[in-house]
């Protein structure tokens, strides 16, 4: 699939280099770096509902408790 994007002359030149710096393509460096925004748009967000989820009920348990409960099973 292509995606175009309207880019200043200035951002563009910006990018270019950056990619030059990192040694990847523009192409390589906007999809890694959008794939690791959604990353971390997701990563706050599941970590926003498991706080949610721990303020509802604030139950904790050691490493050891919960080897012992897998070992259980």
Not at 6 to 25: F, H, N, P, Q
Not at 28 to 56: G, H, S
Not at 66 to 71: C, F, H, L, S
């Amino acid at each position: 699939m292509t995606i175009s994007l309207r880019m200043s002359k200035e951002d563009t030149e910006l990018v270019k280099k950056y990619a030059a710096i990192k040694g990847v393509s523009v192409s390589d460096l906007l999809r890694q770096t959008i794939m690791e925004r959604i990353e971390d748009e997701y990563d706050l967000k599941c970590y926003k509902e498991a706080m949610a989820e721990y303020e509802q009920d604030p139950v904790t348990y050691s490493l050891d408790e919960v080897e012992k409960e897998i070992m259980r099973d």
